[in-house]
């Protein structure tokens, strides 16, 4: 897919603090850290995505958030490092999955097609082909992404469908969350030779 560095795709990606599970696969809400605010928007940047989304119901973290954008966007951030300003412009903060919904349909004038990732197996499965071959059409998308140990089954309620999970050579798969969001939007997003092989 051929494009201007500078374009933006119809895809947003967003990643959701509540409600996801911890270890004992109980519903919690999760801490925003500072490594998934700076280094999945450097991804997101990369690869075109046109808002990335931090989905959290706690006011405290979303003036936090807040507060760490206004020195990278108009603060000293913004002189010290203009490229790091510039992908942490595409950020959007919303408190819920309703209003990050509401948004997203209200931005593309419709509602777009949710896929979410999971590091299990899972039903409705869209190929990464597919998914290449929806976004050439300009059909706009929305991923999301779960902090914890994922998503948890209320989150799910309004998915279209799942990314197939990544997997490694052995049975060890325990990926971050900004490895996987990175990986998932190289093969999603990234320039190919229109002779590849559509996997």
Same mark, same amino acid.
């Given at each position: ?39 999945? #928007?450097? #991804? ?71 896929? #979410? ?16 071959? @929806? ?5 706009? @998308?929305?991923? @999301? ?9 209320? #989150? ?6 799942? @990314? ?36």
């Amino acid at each position: 897919m051929k494009r201007d560095d500078a374009r933006r795709l119809p895809v947003d990606l967003a990643l959701v603090h509540y409600p996801v599970l911890n270890r004992r696969g109980e519903t919690i809400g999760a801490a925003v850290t500072n490594l998934d605010l700076h280094d999945i #928007a450097r #991804a997101a940047r990369t690869y075109g995505i046109d808002t990335y989304w931090l989905v959290t119901p706690f006011r405290e973290q979303r003036q936090m958030v807040g507060e760490i954008l206004d020195h990278w966007r108009r603060g000293h951030g913004a002189l010290y490092n203009p490229l790091r300003s510039e992908a942490l412009s595409r950020i959007g903060l919303c408190a819920d999955l309703e209003e990050l919904l509401e948004r997203t349909t209200e931005k593309w004038g419709e509602k777009p097609l949710v896929l #979410a990732t999971s590091a299990g197996a899972a039903d409705a499965l869209f190929p990464y082909g597919r998914v290449r071959g @929806l976004i050439s059409d300009r059909r706009p @998308l929305l991923l @999301l992404f779960g902090t914890g140990w994922g998503l948890a089954p209320e #989150a799910l309620v309004s998915v279209d469908g799942f @990314l197939p999970p990544l997997h490694g050579p052995g049975e060890y798969n325990h990926l971050s969350v900004r490895s996987a969001a990175s990986i998932i939007l190289d093969r999603l997003l990234a320039d190919r030779d229109e002779n590849e092989e559509n996997k």
